[in-house]
């Protein structure tokens, strides 16, 4: 099995509810890519105690240093079990490759080697003044009198579905946050990201799993909540770069083409089968769906490349 099938195969035994499946064909994948931070996260869900979780994260962390989505979500799981957010909540020996077999017995967590005396660093002789970074700028939310808390994103993949004979591409994005003590879900607020997949790939690649979010909740019903980055202005940001731009005036380009194929042809045939049927009595023969599929996809596609020509 490829590894990404592998990954893929373990995803979906997962959201079965086999989580004892998909651990043996999950840790030979994270021992060949223990820099996948989405493969760590998946490890993580197939334990259902917190502390089997955290297990997870932190030899995560070992292999991915300073990582921030795992510290992330080592924060949120940590204060969620009310444990101290300086220290590890479980002591084990460096490893040079993940070893998932050690935390599939949770209870046998004591440490076998003794710690040696930290040695005393030297001072440096220059310290470095640190680098001023340029702030990011405030994000307007949608409802600025609501308190916000640090989430993660869970859940982040494109779904297919179909309105008759029309494919229609869900973006299904839900992130993980925690109000007193709770966890919570908030979810994507629009299920249809555009009638293409190319949007609902934009807003999927931009919150992978692992992602930290800020959230914004109802401080008498924190399950109403809003992620602010969840907007109009990620999609059309992202859009705006030039290298995107350039890809979405292809595309329009191309969808233009193909709707005059489609009404050249509908129209073409139009003709030939009203020749043809008034040999027989018949007064004409209309391709009406090809001519009006073409006009909307040539109209469609016009708009699109004049607003995105430079």
Same mark, same amino acid.
């Given at each position: 099995? /490829?590894?990404?099938?592998?990954? %893929? +195969?373990?995803? $979906?035994?997962?959201?079965?509810?086999?989580?004892?499946?998909? #651990? @043996?064909?999950?840790?030979?994948?994270?021992?060949?890519?223990?820099?996948?931070?989405?493969?760590?996260?998946?490890?993580?869900?197939?334990?259902?105690?917190?502390?089997?979780?955290?297990?997870?994260?932190?030899?995560?962390?070992?292999?991915?240093?300073?990582?921030?989505?795992?510290?992330?979500?080592?924060?949120i799981l940590k204060t969620r079990l009310g444990l101290p957010l300086d220290k590890p909540a479980f002591?084990?020996?460096? /490893?040079?490759?993940?070893?998932? %077999? +050690?935390?599939? $017995?949770?209870?046998?967590?004591?440490?076998?080697?003794?710690? #040696? @005396?930290?040695?005393?660093?030297?001072?440096?002789?220059?310290?470095?003044?640190?680098?001023?970074?340029?702030?990011?700028?405030?994000?307007?939310?949608?409802?600025?009198?609501?308190?916000?808390?640090?989430?993660?994103?869970?859940?982040?993949?494109?779904?297919?579905?179909?309105?008759?004979?029309?494919?229609?591409?869900?973006?299904?994005?839900?992130?993980?946050?925690?109000?007193?003590?709770?966890?919570?879900?908030?979810?994507?607020?629009?299920?249809?990201? %555009?009638?293409?997949?190319?949007?609902?790939?934009?807003?999927?690649?931009?919150?992978?799993?692992?992602?930290?979010?800020?959230?914004?909740?109802?401080?008498?019903?924190?399950?109403?909540?809003?992620?602010?980055?969840?907007?109009?202005?990620?999609?059309?940001?992202?859009?705006?770069?030039?290298?995107?731009?350039?890809?979405?005036?292809?595309?329009?380009k191309s969808r233009m083409w193909s709707g005059c194929g489609w009404l050249v042809g509908g129209i073409?045939?139009?003709?030939?089968?009203?020749?043809?049927?008034?040999?027989?009595?018949?007064?004409?023969?209309?391709?009406?769906?090809?001519?009006?599929?073409?006009?909307?996809?040539?109209?469609?596609?016009?708009?699109?490349?004049?607003?995105?020509?430079?």
């Amino acid at each position: 099995m /490829a590894t990404d099938d592998a990954l %893929s +195969e373990a995803i $979906r035994l997962i959201k079965a509810g086999k989580r004892p499946e998909a #651990q @043996p064909v999950l840790e030979p994948f994270i021992q060949a890519n223990p820099q996948n931070i989405q493969a760590w996260m998946w490890e993580a869900e197939i334990f259902l105690d917190d502390r089997d979780k955290i297990k997870v994260m932190e030899i995560c962390l070992e292999h991915n240093p300073d990582h921030p989505q795992v510290i992330k979500a080592l924060t949120i799981l940590k204060t969620r079990l009310g444990l101290p957010l300086d220290k590890p909540a479980f002591v084990s020996p460096p /490893a040079p490759a993940p070893v998932i %077999s +050690e935390y599939t $017995r949770p209870r046998n967590l004591v440490p076998t080697h003794s710690p #040696q @005396p930290a040695s005393t660093p030297k001072p440096p002789a220059e310290i470095p003044l640190p680098k001023q970074q340029t702030p990011k700028p405030a994000i307007r939310r949608k409802h600025p009198d609501w308190p916000t808390t640090e989430g993660v994103v869970q859940v982040s993949e494109i779904r297919e579905t179909r309105t008759g004979y029309t494919p229609v591409y869900m973006a299904d994005i839900s992130a993980m946050y925690i109000v007193n003590n709770k966890d919570y879900t908030v979810k994507y607020p629009r299920g249809k990201a %555009s009638i293409t997949p190319y949007d609902a790939q934009i807003l999927v690649s931009n919150f992978p799993p692992g992602k930290g979010v800020t959230v914004s909740y109802h401080p008498k019903n924190p399950r109403r909540a809003w992620v602010d980055e969840w907007n109009n202005r990620t999609l059309q940001a992202f859009k705006a770069r030039p290298g995107i731009q350039s890809q979405l005036v292809q595309r329009y380009k191309s969808r233009m083409w193909s709707g005059c194929g489609w009404l050249v042809g509908g129209i073409a045939a139009t003709v030939i089968g009203t020749m043809v049927m008034s040999q027989y009595g018949y007064a004409y023969i209309a391709f009406t769906g090809a001519i009006v599929y073409g006009l909307i996809q040539f109209v469609s596609g016009l708009f699109g490349w004049l607003w995105n020509m430079d």
